[in-house]
């Protein structure tokens, strides 16, 4: 899933965002006969599933009763591949300029993508985790902000910092893989679902509210490894081994150069009309990005507006095309 730099490429169809609705509207832009490219700012596909959650069991996809994140994205990532699509990836779409015969979209990394129209499936924008202010210097050497896989913390002092979904999910899930988890958050009431919350106290992981981790120790140098954490309540500070700190504290989520590219956005949503029309000509969106009255953000929302938004941008792209693609299971 790696890509290479390029400085120009030129597609019918150019998507800005490979979360599942972006991969979705590849398969369709492929159905549709297009020449489709990918761009996403992530080294990997998948969206926020893949950075979020990828092991945890989704039940509200259409014809899957229940799926691991991770494995809905394989199958997104297969039925894309029916396209074959240009990716672009660990790239930002930076600028945009629409003329009479189509649309250019700068790359952060100096490509330039030429496209007769184009779809964003940005979801929440270009996202980054908010940082623990004691954990400057330790990312990659004992922090992380996100759990993709589970062996790495096989044996290990795990502390776990936040209070919301990710941090009790993930306590939940490396709680069989680690040696110990300690679950530290700065309030006593908790922004996860009560079940979760509830298995996680029945548990062996230790919670510690009212706290922080306020300083991170290891060996001396930049590629020394974390081997301790200082957790403060109340102005005591403890000292307890630590291999691995997880920081689930959210994320802050940008819309960034989107904003400046004329398109009508509100409260960081892109405005579109029922056929995932923005204002620009030729610019569609699709997914948890767009707004409209009654909007709802989930997976299967952005599947059936990824298929809108296409067969629409068709038109768009060839005037004499039909937005009805016909049914697939009759090709
Ligand atoms: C913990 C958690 C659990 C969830 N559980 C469920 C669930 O059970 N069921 C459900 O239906 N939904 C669930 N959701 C919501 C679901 O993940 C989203 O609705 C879905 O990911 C939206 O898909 P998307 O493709 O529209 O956007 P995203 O998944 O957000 O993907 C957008 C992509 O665009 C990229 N991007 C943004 N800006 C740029 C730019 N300028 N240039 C290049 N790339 C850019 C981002 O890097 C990202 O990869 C959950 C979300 C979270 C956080």
Not at 117 to 123: H, R
Request: hydrophobic letters at 45%; a negative charge; aromatic letters at 6%.
């Amino acid at each position: 899933m790696t890509s290479s730099v390029e400085n120009t490429v030129e597609c019918d169809l150019l998507i800005i965002g490979a979360g599942p609705t972006g991969l979705f509207a590849a398969y369709y832009a492929g159905f549709r006969g297009h020449r489709v490219a990918i761009v996403d700012s992530l080294p990997e596909l998948g969206g926020q599933i893949t950075a979020m959650y990828p092991e945890k069991q989704i039940f509200d996809v259409a014809g899957f009763p229940s799926v691991k994140g991770r494995d809905l994205v394989e199958g997104l990532v297969a039925q894309a591949g029916t396209a074959k699509p240009d990716y672009l990836l660990d790239r930002t779409a930076a600028t945009l300029t629409h003329d009479d015969d189509g649309v250019t979209v700068g790359l952060d990394d100096g490509t330039e993508v030429r496209a007769g129209a184009v779809l964003i499936t940005a979801g929440i924008g270009k996202f980054s985790p908010r940082a623990l202010p004691s954990g400057e210097g330790w990312l990659g050497r004992g922090l992380e902000f996100f759990v993709p896989s589970f062996a790495p913390y096989a044996g290990k002092d795990v502390v776990i910092v936040g209070g919301g979904d990710s941090a009790f999910d993930w306590a939940l899930n490396l709680e069989p893989v680690a040696k110990s988890i300690t679950l530290v958050h700065r309030r006593d009431a908790f922004r996860a679902h009560e079940r979760t919350v509830q298995q996680v106290r029945d548990s062996s992981v230790e919670i510690i509210t009212k706290a922080e981790v306020s300083a991170l120790h290891g060996a001396d140098g930049e590629d020394g490894l974390l081997e301790a954490v200082d957790i403060t309540v109340g102005g005591e500070v403890t000292r307890r081994p630590a291999q691995a700190v997880v920081a689930a504290l959210g994320f802050i989520a940008d819309l960034g150069p989107i904003q400046q590219w004329g398109i009508e956005v509100s409260k960081r949503h892109v405005l579109v009309d029922p056929s995932m029309r923005t204002n620009l000509p030729r610019v569609f969106a699709a997914g948890d990005i767009t707004e409209y009255a009654g909007k709802v953000r989930l997976i299967a929302v952005g599947f059936g507006e990824a298929a809108t938004a296409v067969n629409n941008a068709t038109v768009a792209i060839d005037p004499t095309a039909h937005v009805f693609p016909g049914h697939s299971s009759d090709v």
